[in-house]
């Protein structure tokens, strides 16, 4: 195994000099959480461009030339649905990773039982994005009312997610306390 570089402008690799047989078995050893950290961190620039995504659509309505190809109602819940799921992804794949690396060690996963109760208490946001993805996945669509309306002057939007709404239709808010 050799230690390099590389020039992402150039796309150029220079090898520079094998590496000792304890850097291999280093290498050997931490490949592994390496490989995981890059995948976790991917999940969270995945969950970005679910938000880009949503924000374009906004930014898309807002616009004096916007037309209609598909039902606005629609493609507002999918973008938020897509953007739900994901970040509740990110949060089962720690979980998993979590129990799968602590899966005998009970005082561990407690720790991370109390940690998510601890953010959820400190994050009203977070706490609420945690039930109002459970809302969306088990009851009813995220967005119960939109609207746009367009004149000479201006482009107006209305997306609305009515608390009396979800509260009356769900009574699971518990993380969030809505």
Not at 1 to 21: F, Q, W
Not at 55 to 74: A, G, I, P, Q, W
Not at 96 to 120: A, G
């Amino acid at each position: 195994m050799r230690l390099g570089s590389y020039n992402k402008i150039k796309r150029h690799y220079d090898a520079l000099r094998d590496l000792t047989e304890e850097e291999t078995e280093q290498h050997t050893k931490f490949t592994p959480f390496l490989t995981e950290a890059r995948d976790r961190l991917a999940l969270f620039r995945m969950l970005d461009r679910n938000y880009r995504d949503w924000k374009s659509y906004l930014n898309r309505l807002l616009s004096s030339t916007f037309k209609e190809d598909v039902d606005v109602s629609e493609e507002l819940n999918r973008f938020l649905l897509n953007y739900l799921t994901f970040a509740y992804a990110i949060q089962s794949h720690f979980l998993v990773s979590f129990h799968q690396r602590f899966k005998n060690d009970t005082v561990m996963l407690k720790k991370y039982s109390d940690f998510i109760d601890r953010l959820c208490e400190a994050s009203w946001p977070f706490a609420f994005l945690l039930d109002y993805r459970g809302y969306v996945r088990h009851v009813g669509l995220g967005i119960g009312r939109n609207s746009r309306t367009a004149d000479d002057t201006s482009v107006r939007i209305e997306v609305v997610a009515d608390a009396r709404t979800l509260l009356s239709e769900s009574r699971q808010w518990r993380r969030s306390g809505l």
